[in-house]
């Protein structure tokens, strides 16, 4: 699936990705080798979330809180990847700003997008 919107030249690199699940507590459980975190909600795709660091890029368990984004995403993919958080220098100009599971605030990209995966671009 090709992620939507471009912000060429200004993205640092792909920082975490965000697993969408039903269940945050058995998909938890399904990792046992990574410990997971409490993080802020995110706003962007109404979700509540953990945060583990297995390496490089963090795995944020996103759970839908509303019937947002990210619901409409499970109900249409299913279980797996549904957001892309990559590090910027700077915001995209468009759109208005969000917590995201990272703690810093972030700006989804191309809002339009309806099923995801979705990307949020984060300070």
Excluded: C
């Excluded at 890029?57 to 249409?76: I, N, Y």
Aim: net charge negative; no cysteine; glycine share 12%.
């Amino acid at each position: 699936m090709a992620i939507a919107g471009s912000t060429a030249g200004r993205t640092a690199g792909v920082v975490a990705i965000g697993w969408a699940t039903v269940d945050l507590e058995r998909s938890a459980a399904d990792l046992p080798d990574i410990s997971f975190d409490f993080a802020p909600d995110d706003e962007a795709v109404a979700g509540r979330a953990l945060i583990g660091h297995p390496g490089a890029v963090a795995l944020v368990l996103l759970e839908p809180s509303t019937e947002g984004r990210l619901a409409a995403t499970l109900a249409r993919n299913g279980e797996g990847v549904a957001v892309i958080y990559e590090i910027s220098r700077g915001l995209p100009p468009d759109g208005p700003v969000k917590m995201t599971p990272l703690g810093r605030p972030g700006r989804l990209v191309d809002p339009a997008q309806r099923w995801g995966p979705y990307r949020i671009v984060v300070e």
